[in-house]
């Protein structure tokens, strides 16, 4: 079981990254995914969490608006759309998975992480 999250990058901020999760390995149609952040001496805070159909979203306060969470199950990768993004976006982003039909929002709730992919939002 893998997960690869891509698609990370400097931006300038107000601007838009589209990051990707693909799996590999195991069919995503049966879990349900999460993004996660860590900025430099933070902890890992959760994003973005969307259930097995893509039918279920949930946000974190600090992002909703702005960032949005899909999936093509076809494909075997879930999305995450970032737009307006702030200096305060700035972090290294995870994507996550857990054997679930419902969506999670606890970090610890999660099995599976991906590598992470780096997002800079300058100023």
């Known amino acids: 079981v893998q997960l690869q999250a891509s698609g990370g990058g400097l931006v300038q901020a107000g601007g838009s990254l589209r990051l990707s999760c693909a799996a590999s390995?195991?069919?995503?149609?049966?879990?349900?995914i999460g993004w996660f952040r860590q900025a430099p001496g933070k902890e890992r805070e959760f994003v973005a969490a969307i259930n097995w159909s893509g039918g279920s979203t949930y946000y974190a306060d600090s992002v909703k608006g702005r960032f949005t969470i899909s999936r093509d199950n076809a494909k075997n990768t879930v999305y995450l759309q970032m737009n307006s993004l702030k200096p305060e976006d700035t972090a290294v982003y995870y994507c996550a998975a857990v054997y679930s039909l419902g969506l999670r929002v606890g970090a610890l709730e999660y099995d599976y992480w991906g590598q992470g992919t780096l997002v800079t939002v300058s100023s």
């Open positions: 390995g195991f069919s995503m149609e049966d879990y349900a």
